[in-house]
């Protein structure tokens, strides 16, 4: 089955500008949808090019049978939290500032953005809902180039004759921003504090089965299966899960006018060796997710089963193993909307994408579905 839409212009494949489409701001879903299958689905066969319009309690209908089911078991860190500079507290109202956790470049070392100025060497306070047992401090360690802050976390352990910061592995931190921080919601769902309904949040913005934490972002096309739709799609085909740490770099904007040459973002994945095996056995594979088909390609081209993915999938790019695609709809000139370019073709990619608008599909983390086979 060609991958790749033999009539597209070709050279057009690789300009920016050919990703993107205009999407309307009531488009973008702001709530999950409750239950988890009521989301809308769009099914699409590329060998009849027939399209299917759906909903995700039918999902298994449209499955071929010996298809195995890869799932990204990551689990979302409360990554935002907000802190104060030490020296301010004296101030009456001392500036909040917002520390957005990346990841951990080594046991006792994160990179992170902060919200607010900082410099080498400054020190912020740590606020929590819930009151720490010490007091945590944040030192900034490096400013990066890119806006990016390396820094440690402290906790402040007084005794009588002095004080003493201890340093904070990166396991104690994972559980530092799991019980302070807040889920990193993406930019796009906009709500006042008032409307936050972060009980919801912390439930559906979170896949049933998030084992592993890790992520900064949710793998969005997890999002649509229940407990019950899960058990009942185990018990007619084979399943595995692999872990791939969604970093922010998913969000950045591609900014090279010619595709190929943007430097995509690295995330950390790993597969189990179990996993792997299946994955190179299936006689088909639907990948649920952009992060899943990554995960399984990168390990089909490199035979490795941990460390840094860095795959970028756009047209052109053979897919190795990935034969169907579950997604849900991607930002304009995003490297996510190019991956299902690669799936589809690009024309074909913004046609389907034309025809969810039409049919009032959601778009983005808390949206519709779409399934490629």
């Known amino acids: ?93 001392p500036k909040r500032m917002e520390i957005f956790f990346h990841k951990a470049l080594d046991s006792f070392r994160f990179l992170v953005q902060i919200k607010g100025r900082v410099k080498s060497g400054d020190r912020l306070i740590l ?99 229940s407990k019950q739709s899960l058990e009942s799609l185990q018990k007619s085909f084979q399943t595995c899960f692999v872990t791939l740490h969604i970093g922010a770099g998913t969000f950045i904007n591609v900014e090279s006018e010619d595709i190929r040459n943007h430097a995509i973002h690295k995330e950390y994945f790993s597969i189990s060796s179990s996993s792997a095996k299946a994955i190179t056995h299936a006689k088909k594979v639907l990948c649920v997710g952009t992060t899943s088909a990554r995960c399984v390609e990168y390990m089909m081209r490199y035979k490795v089963l941990c460390g840094e993915c860095d795959i970028f999938l756009y047209p052109g790019v053979e897919f190795k193993r990935v034969d169907y695609l579950l997604t849900n709809f991607h930002l304009p000139k995003s490297t996510l909307i190019m991956l299902v370019s690669a799936m589809v073709g690009r024309e074909k990619c913004l046609e389907l994408y034309n025809i969810a608008l039409e049919k009032g599909y959601k778009f983005y983390s808390y949206g519709d579905g779409i399934l490629i086979l």
Do not use: W
């Open 1 to 93: 089955m060609p991958h790749h839409n033999a009539h597209s212009k070709d050279s057009e494949d690789f300009l920016l500008s050919s990703y993107d489409y205009a999407l309307p701001q009531s488009a973008i879903a702001q709530s999950p949808s409750i239950p988890r299958e009521s989301a809308k689905l769009l099914v699409y066969e590329r060998k009849s090019d027939k399209i299917t319009h759906s909903d995700f309690y039918h999902f298994s209908d449209f499955i071929p049978k010996d298809t195995l089911l890869v799932f990204n078991n990551t689990k979302v860190i409360n990554a935002r939290i907000y802190a104060h500079k030490l020296n301010s507290q004296a101030k009456p109202n």
């Open 127 to 225: 606020e929590s809902h819930k009151a720490f047992t010490r007091p945590i401090i944040a030192q900034v360690l490096e400013c990066c180039e890119d806006g990016m802050r390396i820094v440690e976390f402290m906790e402040s352990t007084k005794t009588h004759s002095s004080q003493e910061n201890r340093i904070l592995n990166d396991k104690e931190v994972f559980e530092l921003f799991n019980n302070h921080g807040y889920i990193p919601l993406p930019p796009y769902i906009k709500r006042d504090e008032a409307n936050q309904n972060l009980q919801e949040d912390s439930v559906f913005y979170q896949s049933v089965f998030a084992k592993e934490l890790g992520s900064v972002a949710a793998p969005t096309a997890s999002l649509h299966f």
